[in-house]
C-alpha cells in the first residue's frame, strides 16, 4: 500500500492555514477497516503525532497541542484523509508525514504504511 500527500505543502503565511491530503491507494484493502495518521518532524526534533482518525465512524484523536488548530476529515470515496491547520505559526514548520494502518483504533506508534513527508515552512 502507498499514503501520498499529494497537495498542501509549501509555504504559507502565518495566520493562514492549508490542507494536506493523504491518500491510501493499492489493492486488496478496505478503507473503513484503517486509521489514518498525522506526524510532524522539525528540524532537530523528533517526531511527533499530530493528530490520527479512524475511518469508518471519522473519530479524531489529536494530540494536546493540535486540539485546537487542527482538525481531520476523511472522504471514503477517495480513500482519503485530510489534515486541516488553522492559524499557522512559525512553530508548525516541519516535514509533515501521513500514515495507515489497518486497524480500528488509533495509535500513534502503531501505524504501517508511511508517506514520505511533505515540508510545510510557515512564515512570520
Known amino acids: 500500500l502507498r499514503c501520498s500527500c499529494r497537495s498542501g505543502g509549501g509555504l504559507v503565511q502565518a495566520g493562514g492555514s492549508l490542507t494536506l491530503s493523504c491518500e491510501v491507494s493499492g489493492s486488496g484493502f478496505t478503507f473503513n477497516d484503517f486509521a489514518v495518521a498525522w506526524h510532524r518532524q522539525a528540524p532537530g526534533k523528533e517526531r511527533e503525532g499530530v493528530t490520527c482518525?479512524?475511518?469508518?465512524?471519522?473519530?479524531?484523536y489529536p494530540a494536546e497541542f493540535a486540539r485546537t488548530r487542527f482538525s481531520m476529515s476523511r472522504d471514503k470515496a477517495k480513500n482519503t484523509a485530510y489534515l486541516h491547520i488553522e492559524n499557522l505559526k512559525p512553530e508548525d514548520s516541519a516535514v509533515y508525514f501521513c500514515?495507515?494502518?489497518?486497524?480500528?483504533?488509533?495509535?500513534?506508534?502503531?501505524?504501517?504504511?508511511w508517506g514520505k513527508g511533505t515540508l510545510v515552512t510557515v512564515s512570520s
Open positions: 482518525i479512524t475511518v469508518d465512524d471519522g473519530n479524531t
Open positions: 500514515s495507515a494502518r489497518s486497524y480500528r483504533y488509533c495509535h500513534f506508534t502503531g501505524m504501517d504504511h
